[in-house]
């Protein structure tokens, strides 16, 4: 027998997330220090002065059970890129602005968003597990939007009174930080109104703390007389931990259809094969992509920028590659469009 060779292999190493009693121990216990956050994944505390400065305003957030997917000691990181404030945040860049398509124009009282035909998109909470560096809802007034006394009555209203409004998506922020309760007696009020259809949940919730798809969640969601669909934001394979995948089958089991939508990122999923192999998971999983995002030009993301004929490559090569079922559209947001303009 060959003596093996003591070629010294670095193993990956990862935090252990705690063991929390339930899902809002979770997002209270997340990080929020960058020093923390270096000291913890090992990372030059340079990387903290810099995190500081570059998140103000928008601080570093990121819940303990996403944390212990990035790879200790790797500044780049795939899932790290996506929460650590960095350096190209203070860049300006005059084609990344506030309100990089057109937002402010379409929102009803209540902060409700009412851009395409049939479908209109609840804001209803400015809260977020985490905070995704690129988010184009970074500058979003949520304080006007949702801090009213009335803040959903007049939504409610709204569409109660428009009966060409099929769907109503309930975005955020993360709809799924309002507690169970919270969101029971939101979907109880749509349910009421008769020419709404279906209810879409747009979150990323169920990626960062899968523990937040509770028994209770699932019922609300079927209970309802609304077709409930879920459109799950994740954006690389190394988000999808075993928590996550049995977030996502509890969800699936009790007959709810899950769509997957993501943001092309540089640096973090531009290649082919990053991508090839998180939608291939995700069918596995039961999830269908439905979207793959060009970023939206918002100010202080210009560095996480892919050009879009590279996303369209990208695409034709998937498509070359997956079954047509597992690629996303690759789309855009341009102001005043009828709809999410399909690029591939
Ligand atoms: C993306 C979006 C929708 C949903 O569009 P679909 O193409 O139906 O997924 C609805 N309203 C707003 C404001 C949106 O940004
Ligand atoms: S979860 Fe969604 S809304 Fe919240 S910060 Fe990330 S991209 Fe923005």
């Known amino acids: 027998m060959p003596v093996p060779t003591c070629r010294t292999v670095p193993l990956d190493r990862y935090l252990t997330p705690p063991d929390y ?3 809002q121990s979770a997002a209270a216990d997340a ?3 960058p020093v923390e ?3 913890l994944l090992e990372l030059p505390t340079s990387l903290a002065a810099v995190a500081q400065r ?3 305003g928008f601080p570093l957030l990121v819940p303990r059970t996403y944390l212990s997917r990035i790879r200790v000691g790797d500044a780049n990181d795939p899932l790290l890129l996506q929460i650590l404030p960095r350096e190209g945040e203070l860049a300006i860049s005059p084609r990344f602005t506030r309100d990089p398509i057109g937002e402010a124009d379409s929102i009803l009282p209540g902060g409700a968003l009412w851009k395409y035909q049939n479908r209109v ?4 909470t400015g809260v977020c597990a985490v905070h995704c560096r690129f988010c184009f809802r970074r500058h979003f007034p949520y304080e006007e939007a949702v801090r009213e006394a009335r803040r959903w009555q007049n939504a409610l209203e709204r569409i109660a009174r428009e009966a060409s409004i099929h769907e109503v998506i309930l975005s955020g922020g993360d709809p799924l930080s309002m507690s169970d309760q919270v969101l029971a007696r939101l979907v109880e009020r749509l349910d009421a109104i008769r020419h709404l259809r279906r209810l879409r949940v747009h979150t990323r919730q169920p990626v960062l703390i899968p523990q937040r798809v509770t028994r209770e969640l699932v019922h609300l969601l079927r209970a309802s007389r609304l077709t409930a ?4 934001h994740i954006n ?6 075993r928590a996550v995948d049995s977030a996502i089958g509890q969800l699936v089991d009790a007959g709810i259809p899950i769509l997957q939508q993501g943001v092309l990122l540089r640096g973090i999923n531009d290649r082919l094969e990053t991508l090839a192999e998180l939608y291939e998971r995700l069918v596995d999983l039961r999830v269908m992509p439905y979207y793959l995002h060009q970023l939206d030009r918002v100010a202080g993301a210009a560095h996480f920028e892919v050009p879009e004929e590279e996303g ?3 695409i034709e090569q998937l498509r070359a590659r997956l079954p047509g079922y597992a690629v996303p559209r690759l789309v855009r947001e341009v102001a005043g469009a009828p709809n999410k303009v399909v690029l591939a």
């Open 236 to 241: 690389h394979l190394a988000e999808i931990d």
């Open 37 to 39: 956050l270096c000291r």
């Open 312 to 314: 369209m490559r990208l």
């Open 229 to 232: 669909i879920v459109v799950l």
């Open 21 to 23: 009693p339930d899902w």
């Open 121 to 124: 998109l609840m804001v209803t």
């Open 31 to 33: 990080v929020r220090d």
């Open 54 to 56: 570059a998140g103000d």
